[in-house]
Structures are given as structure tokens and as C-alpha cells.
């Protein structure tokens, strides 16, 4: 059954306590990089203040480990959304304590309040299993949830990139909720239609591109896949470990030995499933691992002394070959060192096919942090259908996982 959204209750007059994901990229003098997930929050904030609600948000920022550490100060967040709404963002020096309650109970329609990092208190973290087994720390997490809970009388889960984590402001807080409206807002709701639709109800063929360092991180994802796509292409580092399940040697590339013969299990699960695991037939190599280095192309052994960076050229043909025609694609991982040309060129060439497929009529979704800066790179966000805020998030929900925080939510 589908998720109730903002757009199902009514808001007039009440506080709205809503879980945003705001842990946003930021340089060394705490500039935001990019604003995409404050962007992408805008639709359901807008709505509450418009239907006469007021909001008061809860995020974290990076992993400060329940200390108040300033580098994680939402403050530059509270200033962006200002903008980005060209309105007053109240900001609140903590998310729970007697501050915070006040400024909460003075809000009136319209106003908006971003409360500090709720990652400043370690209660946050508790994972729930934990909490179940030991009554200390059930307590300590319950208490600081009430105080979270207390502030709203309706909760939105708009956070999709924390959707995977059992947070207390996650799952605790609307847990506490008893009674209340407890509905998603409008970017889970698009991330999960998204996501549902294409893993759940593809149109075929349906084609996933896996990349990235690791064949660890997503062997669950490939498991999964494998019953529901056609057709699985697989580029960047984990792809050696496959090549070295072949029977070829890597030389000195990123190569997950203890996961050798997990490659091999896959390679025979995707024949017996009847889905093809598309693998690199060329490599561009290197001695030197920098930008420019001198490079070959092998389709043999990589020899020692050499790195693996990117797809050959024989690849890249065939990879946008298999894409062609495509109806469903989902796109997680980058072919090789994309932030370092000219070894981008395997990443641009899949990018450049998925916006292609896209145009022909494909429901195309990219989820995880470096195919997501690819396409950004390269000018395409406009040519995909979806750009998934969720890289751990997306990647879960790939595994086919449940999330229990979406589960306590209220139903249509
Ligand atoms: C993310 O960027 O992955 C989400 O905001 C969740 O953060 P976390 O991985 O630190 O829990
Ligand atoms: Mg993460």
C-alpha cells in the first residue's frame, strides 16, 4: 500500500517536525558544494508553509559521533535555505533543551525553524537493536527522542538518503508519535516511485550498471538485480576481481582477493538465472596512478607494475550497445577514476548512453554519490529521469531491504 504524503493531511496551524536529510557536501571553509538535497526538500517545505503549517526541520551533517563539533554545525544550512526560500530560517543552537522548546512554541503559520545537528547527541546513533537488548540505552535514546517528538504534531519523513539508518529522529521520534499524522513528504515519495517502480515493475529490457571500488559493497545489490534485470554491466575496480575470477591476472589494480570465489558464485548464478553479467573485455591501464599518465590498452593479462583506471575502448562500444534500446536502467558506480582524465572517458561514454536511452523512451535512475557527480559533470542531470539523493539509501534499497522507518508511517 502506498505511503500517505504531506499533500493527505492537514497542516493549517500545526507544527510540523520534519526529518530532512541536509548532510550536504562542504569545502574546507565550511562553503556547501553542492545544495541538491536542500534543493530537493524545497517542494514539501513550501507546501507546509503555504497550507498555513510551520516547519520546524531536523537533519545531521557528517558523523560527529554524539559531540558538539563545530565543522558540523548545520549554521551554513539554515543560511542556504534562507536563500534558496527568500525567507527568515530561524536556527536553533541545539535540537533538544529548553531553547529549543521555547522557540518552538513561539512559532506562528508560516515560520520555519532549522533545529542544530541532531548527531551533536550520541542518543541519536543508537542503533535500535542495541537499545532492545540494553534498557540503559533504550532509555537514553527514548528520552532524547521525546524531546524530538514533543516539538511537532505532525511528523514528515522527507530524509530519503537516511532512510537505511533506524535513527532515533528516523524511527524513535515517529514511533513516539502515537495518534499524530506521521506522513512522508514529496522527496521520498519521488524516490520511491522511482526506485519501486523500476525494480519492481520494469519495463524490459531492463538493464543495471554496477561500479565503484568495491565487489563487497554491492554483492547483495547483484544478487538482487539478477532476478529482475536482463542484463547487468559491470565496470570500475570490482570488475577486477571478476577478471581475476576468470583466470587473468590484475597486476597492482584494486582487486578484492577473499572475494574471488564470491565472483565466481555470481558468474555462475547469473547463467543459471538467465541474466547476462556483461564484463570489461579491455582495460585502460597505467603505471603511474595520476592524472594523464602515460596508458595501454590491454585485453590480456594486466601485467605487473600496472593499474587498471578505466574501460577500454572495446568496452565502452559494447557497453553502449547493450544499452541501446533499453527501457529501464539503473545506474550506481563509476567505470573507472572519473575525477582524473583522461580515465572519465568509460564513466562519460555509459553516461552519455544512459541520457541517449533515456530520449528514446527508458526510465533512467542514478543512485550513489559518484555516478551522481558524473552525470552532474558532465551536464546531463536534465537527460535521466531520476538522480537518487540516497547513495547508501538507494544502494539498500537495490538489495530489495525493507526500511523500518518507512514502515511506521501512515498508509493511504
Ligand atoms: C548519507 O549521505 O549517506 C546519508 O546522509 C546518511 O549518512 P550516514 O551514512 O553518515 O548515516
Ligand atoms: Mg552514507
Redesign the pocket.
Known sequence: MAKKTVADIDVNGKKVLMRV?F?VPLDENRNITSDARIVAALPTIKTILDKGGCVILMS?LG?PDGERKPEFSLAPVAKKLGELLNKNVIFANDCIGQEVKQKAAALRPGDIMLLENVRFHKEEEIKDKKAVEDPKLRKAKDDFARQLAELGDVYVDDAF??TH?DNASMYTVPEMMKGKDKVIGFLVEKELKFLGDALNNPKKPFVAILGGAKISDKLKVIENLMKKVDCILIGGAMAYTFFKAQGYTVGDSLCENDFIDKAKELMALAQKGGCELVLPLDNVIVQKIEANAASQISDDNIPAGWHGVDIGPETMTLFVKKLEGAKTVVWNGPMGIFEMPPFDAGTKAVAQAVAKATGAGAVSVIGGGDSVSAIKKLGLSKRVSHISTG??ASLEFMEGRKFKCLEILDEK
Open positions: 536529510d548532510n545531521h558523523r538518503g537516511t539508518r547513495g547508501g
